[in-house]
């Protein structure tokens, strides 16, 4: 109680030191007369406002319906002329195929009703080739009023009309189609006129010429003056090139010509813009015509790609043939061809501050004349407007102001009546009450009126709980109080937390993209301050992403924010970031979305972590696999790697090539499953796992992918590393090897069998000369040519002749020429025999290419193997030499092992033929420029395509095992390759024998 007294004594104390001007009452009054001299000012300025836009509304109106009634006079005027120019149009059309109808002109100018309308008319036919045709004609209205037809004979304008500009234009235009030309100068009757121009065809649809009406422009002068003239206004008419007509009084430039372009015969055509330059004050309405104008030909030129393509068109002719097409085009881009506006239109309205007729401000209003490109332009001054309006004005605001002031006054009196004063009271029992000691239980009173009553009630039956309220919000107050303090315990162990943890922790606002949390780790990420992000904003930051990672990491932000109520689960998303320093980081970020009570998304809670380092260490692992994997992939032997159970872990990419596996398809597997291993080596390959014993095996044979049979050894290498368990397994293809070594051991037997007959050859060499010169001997002592052979004869009782006849008698001497003949072959043998043996010098020189196959088939008949197991002299020989062909330069010794070989391929492969075939051998030799080419032919029973495609692969045989090394065709294939840079092929077909083909340059460069 002693705080509620001293708090009242307070109270009293302000009341009643309170200054006059601030209480409520003089507050009232205050704010009641500003309200009296707001309304009044806004009904003032309203009606003000209203009634000048309605007598400007009204003004503009007369204005628009002044301009429309003279542009309404004008059309009809109009309207008569292009009925005129039509009708001349069709007599033209008449008199292109009667001259005569040309009569008709006058009764078409008969129009006693309308004479003065129009000056005249006439008819322009086009030629074609530039000279005036005799039909064109003009009649005009004498000075009597008759109609008389003008002489064009030798004047200027028939020379030039095809080039003016009622002619030109229209030259271009569709039938039925009118266009206005620009004012000039007639030359006949030198009168200021415009000419309404018709174009008029054949009847086959080709352009005939023009046909005319020209208009008098005095007669539009004098309807203007007439219908508008100062001080009440008034108006003229321009061209579409923003000409008057005719000159305007008091809007003359002072210059030597009136500031205007003169017209033939002295008149004056003025132009506004020339005007506007001696009277500034009139560049308003030059600048409004000039709008207009360039609003049209915009407008135009958007409308057609070019003037020139639209003329082309409606000519129907090349414009090039035209004289001055290039002007005409220009004319025509400032006077589009389609139709002008066919209705009146008022184009702009807009004052204008000193009008130099007028001499005061004025209003202008543009108009648009139908069916051609002319404006009108009235001029109204603006004080008739204005004056208006004021008069009307101060009739009408007086009594309105009076009224409002009367009826401000009466609510201010019922306003004191029924507020202040009731109030006044009320503030008087509130300060009695402030100066007891606080007993609220007295009650306010009931002595005001209305609302004031209840408000009075209402403040009795809460005082007499305020007491308990009292009470019981201090104790709520205590409450809160204790909850404070834990919660600000709680809030500095959950900022200790979040402002030692290494990870930037951060919460994004998605509605302002700014931050509303950022924890100091941000500096240590980052190389930012949390100020400086926060003046970056999240915009800023999205910058810093590497521009290979920002695609990543707005999808992961637009997955995050449109996922389901309910399913914000944390997205994890790795990504650079560029610090401070420039440097990039691999950040790796943890986001979870918060909702609003409505469910929409209000903001991302993220932690970011610098993970550059475990990257870097990822990166290092990666690579050192791959190049690791690049190593074993690049071995040439089989290197498996499995575990302690011998599954596959590891397949390289020649296990790919030898088994045909795929990695995927090999790893996991046992091994034995994957690699053809025989039986009797997987049980070792196993124990060599289990027990870490390094095993090896050597030369077992597998079948690899290509079903081809493989020579392989095999190690089995235990892993000896700390927590290592497996091996592994390398297999090396040994085939050519094993291979080598065996024709090492073969060249080995035949380089001692090539030794033993060599020696043999020597040996038998010695009989087989005294077995010769024996049979040489005896055929010499037998001949009746020798003296001493028929002295001893004779010495024995007979004569040689007789000793002859018995030796022929008995065959004595047949036997021995046998005996010569055998023995020279078998000398002939011997001699190959060695030569073939006989260690090469590998030197070229011409060979005769007939003996070298006769040498090689005498080699090959007396091969013991070809006699014993082919019988190669039941082989049909056929040589085939062309006449052309009879040296080449080679390496004899060396092409003749070639052929021995394919000979006894051939011998080997005809002994396969069926009984009722005869085996045959074709051998040819022709010239095939710049080779000789050289055939062995025969027709036994072929090779398939894929024998055919290995033929000449090292070891490759089709033989059985120990009948062929599979070396005799590479070896051959090389010698005619390499050594003579030759070519060998072979052509077979299963069935239909086999043809090898060599060919030897024929300039072998050597």
Known sequence: MPEQTERNVDSSARSSTMPWYTGLQFRMYTSFVLLLLVIIGGTVGVALWTVGRAFRESVDYTLEQTGNGLVAELGQRLVYAEGVAHTMSLLGTQIARDPGAAEAAEWILGDEG??????????????????????????????????????????????????????????????????????????????SIVSCSVPFYTEQGRFAGVATADLPVVRLK??????????????????????????????????GNNGVLAGEGGFAFPSVNAVALGHPDFRGVANALDRVNEFRILTRMLRIPSAQAELSELAGADLGDYPNADKLVVAMKHDPLAGPTKTTKMLEQFPLAHDPRLQQAATVSLFHVPRSYWRVVVVAPEEMATALARKVALRVLSPMVALVVIALLVAFLLVRRDLILPLRHMRGYLTGLSETEGDFLQGLGDTAPGELVELAYAFNHRTS?????????????????????????????????????????????????????????????????????????????AERIHPDDRTLVERHTRELVASAPGGEVAHEVEFRLKKKTGEYIWASENRTLIRDAEGRPKAIVASIRDVTARREAEAERTELRRYLRNIIDSMPSVIIGVDHLGRVTHWNQEAVRVTGYDPDAAEGRPFDQCFPIPEDYVMRVREAITTGEPMEAERFSVRDAQDEILTCDLIVYPLGAENADGAVIRIDDVSSRVQIEELMVQTEKMMSVGGLAAGMAHEINNPLGGILQACQNIDRRTSDELPRNTKVAESLGTDIVTIRKYLEERGILEFISGIKADGARAAKIVADMLAFSRQSESRFAPVNVAEMVDSVLRLAANDYDLKKHYD???????????????????????????????????????????????????LRALRADPYAQLEVEDNGPGMTEEVRRRVFDPFYTTKEVGVGTGLGLSVSYFIITKHHKGTMSVESTPGQGARFIMRLPLDLGV
């Open 114 to 191: 309308r004479k003065g309308e129009i000056l005249g008319c006439g008819v322009w036919f086009e030629t074609h080739d530039g000279s005036p045709s005799p039909l064109n004609a003009v009649w005009r209205f004498a000075a009597d009023g008759t109609i008389e037809k003008a002489a064009l004979e030798g004047t200027a304008m028939l020379q030039t009309y095809r080039k003016r500009d009622w002619y030109a234009a229209a030259r271009f235009m569709g039938a039925e189609t009118i266009y206005w030309s620009l004012p000039y100068t007639d030359p006949f009757t030198e009168q």
């Open 222 to 255: 004098a309807y203007f003056e007439s219908a508008l003239s100062p001080p009440n206004g008034y108006a003229f008419l321009v061209d579409r090139h923003n000409r008057f007509f005719y000159p305007v009084p008091g809007l003359e430039v002072p210059d």
């Open 465 to 541: 709980a305020l007491r308990a309220s009292n009470l019981q919000l201090r104790e709520e107050m205590a409450v809160r109080e204790r909850a404070q303090i834990a919660l600000r315990e709680s809030e500095a162990r959950f900022r200790n937390v979040l402002e030692n943890t290494r990870d930037m922790l951060y919460q994004l606002n998605l509605d302002s993209m700014t931050y509303e949390y950022l924890s100091p780790a941000a500096r240590e990420i980052t190389g930012f301050s949390p100020g400086e992000l926060n003046h970056m904003k999240a915009a800023g930051v």
């Open 872 to 922: 190669f002299r039941q082989v049909k020989i056929v040589r085939d030499f062309s006449p052309d062909l009879l040296e080449i330069r080679c390496e004899k010794t060396k092409v003749q092992q070639v052929l021995l070989n394919l000979i006894k391929n051939a011998a080997q492969a005809l002994a396969e033929n069926p009984e009722q075939q005869d085996p045959t051998l074709v």
